[in-house]
């Protein structure tokens, strides 16, 4: 059974400050998504990597995938406040026709 | 505008009711998928449905009940037979079936029990 693993679960960071979270796997898989959720909404979608190596960056977020590692990492750059919410990754498995989620991990950033 | 509309967005239910939350898609997409998210819990599969006229067991399906009798639609009906259905469900949709791929989701339907 795949199980998705982030860490850490909760981070409490600076405004301005950088940090790097987590999304370790257990199984093969070249697919991983990140997802954002804010207080009481639901998921966006906010990076699709698809292949080895690939790595993608959207303003303050830049995610990256080792398929050979089973890693995946989200890099904060310069926190702001507005970075605030849960980031979840979520895997899909070879042959599988369904995601398979991380716990989450809320970030909070304070002025 | 396409997306995920899902109704109602909060449902108050007394015990021993059964209830279905909407799912539509207007998105053309193959597949959709029914999570459940407790408080400060992440995402589990109740079900799911790669096309029309079929759907499969997630990994919570115990008490939950679905069709799919048209491709933009999955309602959800959660029974009495579920016992702590208090959550946040959550309806997603994506393109392919066979592999999920990026997952699209609706706004979320809050159920309480009473």
């Known amino acids: 059974e795949l199980k998705v693993e982030q860490n850490p679960l909760f981070l409490s960071m600076q405004e301005g400050k950088n940090y790097t979270i987590y999304c370790n796997y257990s199984?093969?898989?070249?697919?991983l998504y990140w997802y954002r959720q804010d207080p009481g909404k639901s998921l966006e979608s906010l990076f699709v990597?698809?292949?080895?190596?690939a790595v993608k960056q959207e303003g303050r977020l830049m995610a990256s995938l080792d398929t050979k590692a089973r890693l995946s990492t989200l890099h904060i750059t310069a926190a702001v406040h507005d970075l605030s919410a849960t980031y979840f990754c979520?895997?899909?498995?070879?042959?599988?026709?369904?995601?398979?989620f991380g716990k989450g991990m809320k970030l909070t950033v304070n002025p | 505008d396409g997306g995920i509309t899902q109704s109602p967005k909060y449902l108050f239910r007394k015990e021993g009711q059964n209830v279905t939350l909407s799912c539509e898609q207007n998105?053309?997409?193959?597949?959709m998928y029914w999570y459940r998210q407790d408080p400060g819990q992440g995402l589990r599969l109740i079900y799911y449905?790669?096309?029309?006229?079929?759907?499969q067991k997630g990994d919570i399906a115990e008490g939950y009940s679905v069709s799919r009798e048209k491709k933009e639609s999955f309602p959800l009906t959660v029974t009495s037979a579920q016992k702590n259905p208090t959550a946040f469900y959550l309806c997603?949709?994506?393109?392919?079936?066979?592999?999920?791929?990026?997952?699209?989701f609706g706004e979320g339907s809050r159920l309480t029990v009473l």
């Open positions: 990597l698809l292949s080895n190596g």
């Open positions: 449905s790669q096309i029309v006229n079929d759907f």
């Open positions: 199984t093969t898989s070249d697919r």
């Open positions: 998105l053309n997409h193959d597949a």
């Open positions: 979520a895997v899909e498995p070879g042959g599988s026709e369904k995601l398979v």
């Open positions: 997603a949709s994506s393109w392919t079936s066979g592999r999920p791929g990026e997952l699209f």
